[in-house]
């Protein structure tokens, strides 16, 4: 069966601090994967999709990247860490054709940034 | 552009009695939509999915959706709730010939369940 990993599951991390998430799928090929972030009381904002290794799609200009050099292995990351940045941040996947199938969460990575 | 609308920040119901959570959207195709479910501090579930054929779609966990083109909504319903209902619930709407082969999601409605 399918299974997403996504770690750490909480980080306190100093503003101007790098940050690295991992996600990692395990029991599929090619999938599609994602990186939302879900800021408190609001609901999840897109950051990056990916269709294939090394195609990242940004969806919204900010102080983040993402990459994947692996086929299941999907990194988020930045170079130094504002204040805004903090949030819930979920990875996800999904096979076939994106936007039409259903996202598969991981348990989310909580990212306070002080 | 696609998008979507959670009138409701959050709603409070008793337990047993019937639920509507409201969902608007804007989609210049055909929309796929979904349901999600959020557990404080996990990940979503899909609890339901609409692309086409009957506009009632039913769910897991005895939840239901109904699709109305005219109005451009699909609210959820659940007859009887139950206490472990108390979650976040989000819409969303994905399609590929626009928006970028994506799944956007709305703003969520809290849902709290009173004894």
């Known amino acids: 069966s399918q299974t997403i990993h996504q770690w750490p599951a909480t980080l306190v991390q100093p503003v101007g601090s790098p940050l690295s998430l991992e996600c990692t799928v395990e029991?599929?090929?090619?999938?599609?994967l994602y990186w939302y972030r879900q800021a408190a009381g609001r609901g999840l904002q897109l950051l990056f999709y990916?269709?294939?290794?090394?195609?990242i799609s940004s969806e919204v200009p900010q102080n983040l990247s993402a990459s994947r050099p692996q086929d299941r292995q999907f990194i988020l990351s930045s170079k130094k860490l504002l204040l805004s940045d903090s949030g819930f941040y979920l990875c996800?996947?999904?096979?076939?054709?994106?936007?039409?199938?259903?996202?598969?969460f991981g348990s989310g990575t909580q990212l306070s940034v002080l | 552009a696609q998008s979507v609308t959670q009138p409701d920040i959050h709603i409070t119901v008793s337990e047993g009695a019937s639920l509507e959570l409201r969902c608007n959207y804007s989609?210049?195709?055909?929309?796929?939509l979904f349901w999600y479910v959020q557990s404080p501090g996990q990940g979503l579930q899909l609890l339901l999915k609409?692309?086409?054929?009957?506009?009632l779609v039913q769910g897991i966990k005895g939840f239901e959706a109904e699709f109305k083109r005219s109005q451009s909504s699909f609210n959820l319903r659940k007859p009887s709730v139950h206490w472990s209902d108390a979650a976040e619930y989000f819409c969303?709407?994905?399609?590929?010939?626009?928006?970028?082969?994506?799944?956007?999601f709305g703003a969520g409605t809290r849902l709290f369940v009173k004894a």
């Open positions: 989609y210049g195709a055909t929309p796929y």
């Open positions: 990916s269709v294939g290794i090394g195609q």
């Open positions: 996800a996947w999904s096979v076939g054709q994106p936007g039409i199938e259903k996202l598969f």
């Open positions: 609409y692309f086409s054929g009957d506009t």
């Open positions: 969303a709407v994905g399609g590929g010939n626009t928006g970028g082969f994506k799944t956007i």
């Open positions: 029991g599929t090929s090619n999938p599609n």
